[in-house]
Antibody, heavy 125, light 106 residues
Framework: QLQLQESGPGLVKPSETLSLTCTVS??????????WGWIRQPPGKGLEWIGS???????YYNPSLKSRVTISEDTSKNQFSLKLSSVTAADTAVYYC?????????????????WGQGTLVTVSS | EIVLTQSPATLSLSPGERATLSCRAS??????LAWYQQKPGQAPRLLIYDASNRATGIPARFSGSGSGTDFTLTISSLEPEDFAVYYCQQRSDSLTFGGGTKVEIK
């Protein structure tokens, strides 16, 4: 059974860098069949795609966040990570990691069929 | 950026009734549209992909239709567990989500 688990600090100071890791169990991030992504949801609001990564290391980002986002992978640990720089209160959200089947994707942009439970990150001094 | 507008914002229905949710795109997304269900405190669940295909394990009472700019999610007969928020998502040009429709118990 595939499981995704987000981890990282729940509180980040303004102007600092938010860092989260998604640990995947029950499946391999090195598989050519899947993409792996990050999505966020501010409290009480809708969903926003942040970006995705393929096992080759190719990355795909939301244009509105691209200048601040880095997604990377560590295949030895079966993990992928998110870094979001220069955060403000507007970046306060539940952050989800998720998986996409390759057939759900075009040019790295996908539907997501498996999601982690999400982790709340608050930006505050 | 393609904007997805969902309507209505809230749908008040009783169990057993039919639910019809709308998603309109600001420009054509062909059939590259999905629907998700989200319950409080949970992650979204993929229901429908490519406008009309049910995802694995999704009951037949959920169906999707449409292409281009106008899409519909229909729940033929609401079960108690179907009361939730529903989001549409396009992947035709980058990736965006709609603002959601809440289906609540009348």
């Amino acid at each position: 059974q595939l499981q995704l688990q987000e981890s990282g600090p729940g509180l980040v100071k303004p102007s600092e860098t938010l860092s989260l890791t998604c640990t995947v169990s029950g499946g391999s991030i090195s598989s050519s069949s899947y993409y792996w992504g990050w999505i966020r949801q501010p409290p009480g609001k809708g969903l926003e795609w942040i970006g995705s990564i393929y096992y080759t290391g190719s990355t795909y980002y939301n244009p509105s966040l691209k200048s601040r986002v880095t997604i990377s992978e560590d295949t030895s640990k079966n993990q992928f990570s998110l870094k979001l720089s220069s955060v403000t209160a507007a970046d306060t959200a539940v952050y989800y990691c998720a998986r996409s089947k390759g057939r759900y994707c075009t040019n790295g942009v996908c539907y997501f069929d498996y999601w982690g439970q999400g982790t709340l990150v608050t930006v505050s001094s | 950026e393609i904007v997805l507008t969902q309507s209505p914002a809230t749908l008040s229905l009783s169990p057993g009734e039919r639910a019809t949710l709308s998603c309109r795109a600001s420009q054509s997304v062909s059939s590259y549209l999905a629907w998700y269900q989200q319950k409080p405190g949970q992650a979204p669940r993929l229901l429908i992909y490519d406008a009309s295909n049910r995802a694995t394990g999704i009951p037949a009472r959920f169906s999707g239709s449409g292409s281009g700019t106008d899409f519909t999610l229909t729940i033929s007969s609401l079960e108690p567990e179907d009361f939730a928020v529903y989001y549409c998502q396009q992947r035709s040009d980058s990736l965006t989500f709609g603002g959601g429709t809440k289906v609540e118990i009348k």
